[in-house]
């Protein structure tokens, strides 16, 4: 077994994390922060999301519902709520938390991911992702229970909840709400 160095830095790019990056942050506390060419491709990609929603534009999930929903329009007014409101009606697993290292792994995941620059993300969301490890706050995660066929969804929604002050999180392991975590 390969032990890291607790200062290994790791660069998200959304492009090229291995295993052992990951297993560096999630078991060994190395620290991870957003590198610039990803900030770049998330916020122009976020750019053409502002646009179309400022140029009034169907944008499925943003103006839009989701699902059997999709032909539903959102007024720009009220898509913040909807976002709100997808993330909580997602968090609905059951059971004990998943472990920390897990929970760390699945932050670098979805900071990871998200940093591609695909899904018109907001560069603060990773980085807030990335705060939550530096930080030692872990998002309580519900072993049991999900949602939709790739069977991720209410784990990550446990997972964003305390983004928007919501849920639960473990910090210097103490459980504490979402609120007093963020």
């Known amino acids: 077994m390969t032990t890291h160095v607790l200062s290994e830095q790791v660069n998200v790019t959304g492009l090229d994390l291995t295993l052992e990056q990951v297993d560096a942050v999630a078991r060994d506390g190395a620290v991870a922060q957003l590198a610039d060419d990803a900030r770049r491709r998330m916020q122009a990609s976020r750019d053409v999301v502002e646009e179309l929603v400022a140029d009034d534009a169907t944008v499925y999930g943003v103006t839009t519902g989701f699902g059997h929903l999709a032909g539903t329009s959102v007024p720009s007014d009220e898509a913040r709520q909807l976002q709100h409101n997808l993330l909580v009606s997602h968090a609905?697993?059951?059971?004990?938390?998943?472990?920390?290292?897990?929970?760390r792994a699945m932050l670098l995941l979805r900071a990871n991911t998200l940093a591609r620059g695909q899904s018109g993300c907001r560069p603060l969301i990773v980085e807030r992702l990335l705060d939550?490890?530096?930080?030692?706050?872990?998002?309580?995660?519900?072993?049991?229970?999900?949602?939709?066929?790739?069977?991720?969804?209410?784990?990550?929604a446990h997972l964003a909840l305390p983004l928007i002050g919501r849920g639960q999180a473990e910090v210097d392991g103490e459980t504490v709400s979402g609120a007093e975590a963020s």
Do not use: K, M, N
């Open 92 to 103: 609905v697993g059951v059971g004990p938390a998943l472990d920390r290292a897990t929970v």
């Open 132 to 156: 939550f490890l530096r930080l030692g706050i872990h998002p309580r995660v519900p072993e049991q229970g999900s949602v939709g066929a790739s069977g991720d969804l209410a784990p990550l």
